[in-house]
């Protein structure tokens, strides 16, 4: 099927296409073993071993490092802290269970969105550490049901009965349950978890169930391996290194119901040489994705993610795949994504933005994604980021965002230089979404060698140096199959269609010009070209 497409797929890694690709270094161990039932833990589901795991981590740690061994069986236990020269080694069937005793995690600095906040200890947590890992073939469980707003349009109705019957807080919309009083009073206030003047340790107290924990946090850590485990169930992001070096995580799974408030699956934050591989990820919000800080916040810390490899992955449910941003301020580049493939998210490859984040996003590459059954777009760049999911819910209403040209700042991010090779999706609401700035569009992308099956073609607006190379829009609505508005230097090079589409290409606005309509069979539309709100026929040329 494909090759009468025309298509010619690689059989090659994208290293043959790339600059040479970062080196991870692998932590290493002695084999010295450190068993947490000599230090008093009990796997009976209802004694708490915080102190006897933290023990064994600590005496390990001292004694130049080894395994502390979890054996099979049910460990309930509060936070873990991972020192240096520490493997935490799971057994099969050993299921660390985080307690839902909120008194058990205090508040600490921690960092939340790009910006540094009060949080509730993470149930496991690494700083300044180095060597270390979490590797075998148990379970990691966060207990994030304690923890997570709900909103009852993503439960069954009696999912929603027996979720309010349990406690909590329901809404005045009758549509959000709340935890308890104090995530309910957080949830009401701006940033209420900001480290700012004034803030009294009594208030952040009486927000305390709000400030969730990300799972795992791993901040300022050198080598550094997860491999092999299931982690779930986290109360906010499930795998977060920030600030880290030399991160491999491999053959991990990461899981979270899919409605799951925050549930991401592994948040990159101004890491450099990191290795993600044969993993999969299920979860309530972006699978993959790739930080750097937010605002003027992330612009101060000055520190992109980098050197980044992904590949053998699979995402299901997700908000996206493959995601950048927002919270993108110190820049992201040097990134290389391979043979992955994304089922059920709501966007495959999702970029997205807005403007006060600054930020330079460039060099990522991108090869041999498969995607099926995508709820939205299967490729998105979105400078217009709301913070909302991506999909509206039944019955909601969005406006769409107020297009006005503002000045060019260090508060203006950027999207250049991405290419994106060898794409299939069969099923998705859009096939390429482009949605730029009036004062900086996203520049220098090309997209080449696809088969997109979707309800909708390409849609771009103040997209600049865009090439579209063997790209076959297999589209419901053909009308257009391709919609470009104030767009520059654009090329669309053999692109394949729908015979008797009503409409090939409509182009908008005064600032489109350049757009290259190449080496395709314009004539099986009913119509090529339409123009209007400003744009001229010269806009376009056809070779």
Not at 45 to 52: C, I, P, R
Not at 228 to 246: D, I, R, Y
Not at 342 to 357: E, Q
Request: include cysteine.
């Amino acid at each position: 099927m494909l090759a009468l497409l025309g298509l010619v797929f690689w059989n090659t890694s994208i290293a043959n296409d790339v600059p040479k690709l970062p080196v991870v270094d692998l932590p290493t161990f002695k084999k010295d073993t450190f068993n947490i039932i000599k230090y008093g833990a009990i796997p009976d589901g209802l004694s708490l071993n915080t102190k006897s795991i933290n023990a064994a981590i600590l005496e390990c740690n001292k004694k130049g490092g080894g395994v502390v061994l979890v054996p099979a069986g049910l460990w309930l236990t509060g936070p873990i802290e991972i020192k240096t020269n520490v493997n935490l080694h799971l057994q099969k069937n050993a299921l660390l269970q985080f307690t839902t005793d909120f008194d058990q995690y205090p508040l600490v600095k921690g960092n939340w969105e790009g910006l540094p906040q009060m949080r509730n200890q993470s149930p496991i947590s690494a700083t300044d550490q180095q060597n270390i890992a979490i590797t075998g073939f148990g379970i990691i469980d966060g207990g994030g049901e304690a923890w997570r707003l709900v909103k009852k349009d993503k439960l069954t109705e009696t999912q929603w009965k027996k979720l309010v019957a349990s406690g909590g807080i329901v809404g005045e919309d009758k549509k959000s349950w709340y935890p308890s009083e104090k995530f309910f009073k957080g949830s009401q206030l701006k940033n209420p978890g900001v480290i700012e003047p004034g803030k009294t340790p009594e208030f952040y107290n009486s927000i305390k169930d709000f400030l969730r924990p990300n799972l795992l946090v791993i901040t300022n850590c050198k080598k550094i391996l997860l491999e092999g485990v299931s982690f779930q169930n986290s109360p906010a992001w499930c795998l977060h290194p920030l600030m880290s070096e030399h991160l491999t995580v491999k053959n991990v799974d990461v899981k979270n119901p899919w409605y799951a408030q925050n549930g991401d699956g592994i948040d990159l934050e101004s890491c450099k040489n990191v290795l993600i591989e044969n993993s999969s990820f299920d979860v309530g919000d972006d699978g993959i994705c790739i930080k750097s800080g937010r605002d003027e916040a992330g612009r101060k810390r000055a520190m992109p993610t980098q050197d980044v490899i992904i590949r053998n992955c699979v995402v299901y449910q997700a908000h996206g795949g493959f995601v950048i941003g927002s919270e993108m301020s110190g820049g992201a580049k040097n990134i290389y994504v391979d043979d992955c493939t994304f089922i059920g998210t709501d966007i495959g490859l999702r970029f997205k933005t807005t403007r006060g984040r600054g930020g330079i996003v460039e060099n990522i590459f991108i090869n041999n994604i498969s995607m099926q059954n995508i709820v939205g777009e299967a490729i998105l760049f979105d400078m217009y980021y709301a913070a909302q999911d991506p999909v509206p819910l039944t019955g909601e209403k969005r406006e769409p965002p107020k297009v006005e040209t503002q000045p060019v700042s260090e508060a203006t991010p950027q999207f250049k230089n991405f290419t994106i090779k060898n794409v299939v999706c069969n099923g998705a609401a859009k096939a390429i979404f482009v949605r730029g700035l009036p004062e900086m569009s996203v520049k220098n992308i090309v997209l080449e060698n696809m088969v997109l099956q979707a309800n909708d073609g390409l849609d771009m607006t103040e997209g600049s140096g865009i090439a579209l190379k063997n790209i076959q829009l297999i589209t419901k609505n053909t009308n257009p199959v391709m919609n470009i508005h104030n767009s520059k230097d654009i090329v669309l090079n053999k692109i394949g269609f729908k015979s008797g589409a009503e409409l090939l290409l409509n182009v908008t606005g005064e600032k489109t010009s350049g757009v290259v309509l190449k080496d395709t069979d314009a004539s099986k539309a009913k119509k090529k070209v339409e123009f209007g709100f400003g744009a001229g026929e010269g806009s376009v040329t056809a070779k």
